[in-house]
């Protein structure tokens, strides 16, 4: 069983189209982070929310962190063909370990 | 800026053989984690080291071993591989506390 769940786990949309992906837990993490990872390269630290209710904004793409630390989203705005790529978000627990969530494909045609 | 560097890039090894992976942190991390990720799959903990001891254990088959050297660098030894191991390994270092894990460009092993 997955600790972190993410959704959708694939979505294949237009240039331009607005988007949001979920990462939903169970469990409260200190802080979670989200990755983007594009083929037979290494996952790519995007964003760290360590506080409940903490947005992030990094150009078009908008983190937030939910209340109580269970779950975040990543919103993006007008995407582009050079978003494309898997969206990991992974959530720290204690003893300095992260949990990595299922992955989103997201795939932006031009 | 210096990022994780992981040798080598790409192995190709027959069945029952025995390969090592390589790490070498971001300077000054003290954590060091290794990944195993399957095509189409999100990463899988392996194992990690902080401060050169071990300190999490995750889904690291036995025939597999790792250690993190003086010089923080990190080592991944497999035996007896299978074609199931056939994978992208990653490194990830850290420091701890920080929230943050970055990864290497990884290793991609073909088992044949």
């Known amino acids: 069983t997955q600790l972190l769940e993410q959704s959708p786990q694939f979505l294949s949309i237009q240039e331009g189209e607005n988007l949001t992906v979920y990462c939903n837990s169970s469990?409260?993490?200190?802080?979670l982070q989200w990755y983007r990872q594009e083929p037979g390269e290494g996952p790519v630290l995007l964003v760290t929310v360590v506080t409940g209710g903490e947005v992030k904004k990094l150009k078009r793409l908008t983190f937030q962190f939910g209340d109580a630390r269970k779950d975040s989203s990543l919103h993006i705005t007008a995407a582009q063909p050079g978003d494309t790529g898997l969206y990991l978000c992974a959530g720290e627990g204690n003893f300095n370990k992260f949990y990595f969530g299922s992955g989103t494909k997201l795939n932006v045609k031009p | 800026a210096a990022g994780v560097i992981q040798s080598p890039r790409h192995l190709i090894k027959e069945k029952r053989e025995t390969a090592t992976l390589k790490c070498y942190p971001i300077?000054?991390?003290?954590?060091v984690y290794w990944y195993q990720q399957g095509p189409g799959q999100d990463p899988q903990f392996l194992i990690s080291f902080y401060e050169k001891m071990q300190s999490d254990k995750g889904s690291i088959p036995d025939r597999f071993s790792a250690q993190q050297f003086s010089d923080y660098h990190s080592e991944l030894n497999m035996s007896s591989l299978e074609l199931g191991d056939s994978a992208l390994y990653f490194c990830?270092?850290?420091?701890?506390?920080?929230?943050?894990?970055?990864f290497g460009e990884g290793s991609r092993l073909t088992v044949l």
């Open positions: 990830a270092s850290s420091l701890y506390r920080s929230g943050e894990l970055f």
């Open positions: 469990s409260v993490f200190s802080s």
């Open positions: 300077p000054r991390h003290d954590t």
